[in-house]
C-alpha cells in the first residue's frame, strides 16, 4: 500500500490514480478515502489524476495517540501534496475535510488552483449568540458518548439516522451504503473518532478569510449534521472568490447519495475559466447601446457577468436598435438607435454616436461614455475591476 511517513513518524495511506491536473479530496468523519470512489472513478474518468489519503487515526494510516487535532492534519496532507510535488491542485473537502481544506489552502496557496466546500463544518458549526443555527453542547457530547461505548452499534445508528438523511419521512435506507459506512468507521481508531469533535468546535474564520482562490460551497438543505443555516452563507461572505450551490433536500452525505448530481457540478466547477472584467467594445453597429450580460437571467450559465458596449455608425446611415439573443441574459441598459420604421438614416440628421472610455491608472477604474455626435454625455458608467478568479 502506498504510505508516506510524517515528521513524527506517522505512516499516512493514500490513493493516487492517473495523470492530469490533481485533485485531492480529503474525507469526513469517521471515513476513509474509500468514501471519495464515486468522486475518484468519476474524475479519472474525465482525464484528472486523483489522489485521497486516510486521516491519521483513520482507516489504513497509522492510530497513533497525539496527533489527532486539525493542524497535524493539515500537516500530514502539505507532506503528502509535498512528496507528489502536487501544483495547481483542487482541494475538495466533505464535512471535517472541509476544514482540513480550509486551514490548508489558507496556509499553501501557492500550490492550489481551486477549492470546494462539501457540507462543510466551515467556518464553525457550534450554537453561539453568532450562530444560533449551530449544533448544541449536547449533540457534541452525545457523538463523544457514541464513540467511548457501543461503538460498533453508533456507526450503524448515524447512518441510518441524520447522516445520509433515511430518518427522513420517504426516504429509502440503503443497507448497502449504511454497510459501507460502517466498514470504514471501524477501520479507524477510536482514539481520533473521539478527538475529532475537537475540531468542530474550532472556528474557521479566520482560514477562509485568507484564501483567494475561487472556492465552490456545496451544501444540502436538509443537513441535519452540519445544519444549512449553521454554516454555509457565512461561509460564502467570508471567502474573497466565493461560490454558492444549494440542493434542496440533500442530506450531509450527499456525495453518495446523490453522486450523480454532485459530480458534474464539481466538474463545471473545475472547468470553468472563471474569467473576469471582460468588456467587449463593438463598433460595427448602426446605434449605441450598452448591455449587461449575466448567468443569472442566461439560457448558458457557464460565464461570468459582463458588458458590451457599442457605438456607431461614423459618416454612415443609422439604423433601429436590434433585438437582443437570450442565451447570454442580456439586459438593455441604454440603448439609442433611429426610431422604428426608419432605417439607414443619413448622417446629416445628427444620429451618429461614438463611445469613449477611460481607465485610471491608480484605481484601475474603467470609465465608459457613450456620446452623440456634439459630444454630449448620453450614458456613462464607471466598472470598478475584480480582482482574481471566480
Excluded at 28 to 44: E, K, R, V
Excluded at 98 to 121: C, N, P
Excluded at 339 to 368: R, Y
Aim: charge should be negative.
Amino acid at each position: 500500500m502506498p504510505m508516506i511517513t510524517t515528521t513524527d513518524g506517522v505512516n499516512i495511506f493514500y490513493k493516487d490514480w492517473g495523470s492530469g491536473q490533481p485533485i485531492v479530496f480529503s474525507h469526513g468523519w469517521p471515513l476513509t478515502a474509500d468514501d471519495w470512489d464515486a468522486q475518484m472513478t468519476f474524475f479519472l474518468r474525465h482525464g484528472y489524476r486523483v489522489i485521497a489519503h486516510d486521516r491519521r487515526g483513520h482507516g489504513r494510516s497509522d492510530q497513533p495517540s497525539t496527533g489527532n487535532d486539525m493542524d497535524h492534519w493539515v500537516a500530514d496532507l502539505a507532506a503528502l501534496t509535498e512528496h507528489l510535488n502536487l501544483r495547481d491542485a483542487i482541494h475538495i473537502g466533505h464535512s471535517t475535510g472541509g476544514g482540513e481544506v480550509a486551514r490548508y489552502v489558507a496556509r499553501h496557496q501557492e500550490r492550489v488552483a481551486k477549492a470546494a466546500l462539501v457540507a462543510s463544518l466551515t467556518p464553525n458549526m457550534h450554537r453561539s449568540e453568532d450562530n444560533p443555527s449551530g449544533q448544541p453542547p449536547e449533540w457534541f457530547e452525545a457523538i463523544r458518548a457514541g464513540v467511548l461505548g457501543n461503538r460498533s452499534e453508533f456507526y450503524r445508528f448515524v447512518p441510518e439516522n441524520p447522516f445520509y438523511g433515511y430518518n427522513r419521512d420517504g426516504a429509502k435506507p440503503s443497507e448497502a451504503i449504511i454497510a459501507n459506512w460502517w466498514r470504514q468507521g471501524m477501520a479507524g481508531g477510536a482514539l481520533a473518532h473521539y478527538a475529532t469533535v475537537d475540531s468542530w468546535l474550532e472556528d474557521y474564520t479566520e482560514d477562509l478569510k485568507k484564501i483567494t482562490v475561487p472556492v465552490l460551497v456545496m451544501h444540502g438543505e436538509a443537513d441535519q449534521v452540519v445544519p444549512f443555516a449553521s454554516s454555509v452563507p457565512r461561509a460564502v461572505d467570508l471567502l474573497k472568490n466565493g461560490s454558492l450551490k444549494t440542493y434542496p433536500g440533500y442530506p450531509h452525505g450527499m456525495l453518495t447519495t446523490h453522486a450523480d448530481v454532485l459530480n458534474p457540478d464539481l466538474l463545471s466547477f473545475i472547468k470553468q475559466a472563471g474569467v473576469r472584467n471582460t468588456v467587449w467594445i463593438t463598433a460595427d453597429q448602426h446605434y449605441t447601446a450598452a448591455h449587461h450580460f449575466d448567468p443569472n437571467r442566461a439560457a448558458f450559465q457557464d460565464f461570468e457577468p459582463f458588458w458590451e458596449f457599442m457605438s456607431g455608425p461614423i459618416h454612415a446611415g443609422t439604423g433601429p436598435v436590434a433585438a437582443l439573443d437570450s442565451t447570454f441574459g442580456p439586459r438593455a441598459v441604454f440603448q439609442k438607435g433611429c426610431d422604428k420604421g426608419q432605417d439607414n438614416v443619413a448622417p446629416c440628421f445628427g444620429l451618429q454616436f461614438f463611445g469613449h472610455v477611460a481607465i485610471d491608472g491608480a484605481s484601475e477604474v474603467m470609465t465608459v461614455t457613450l456620446k452623440d455626435v456634439d459630444d454630449r454625455a448620453l450614458w456613462s458608467v464607471q466598472l470598478e475591476p475584480q480582482q482574481g478568479r471566480s
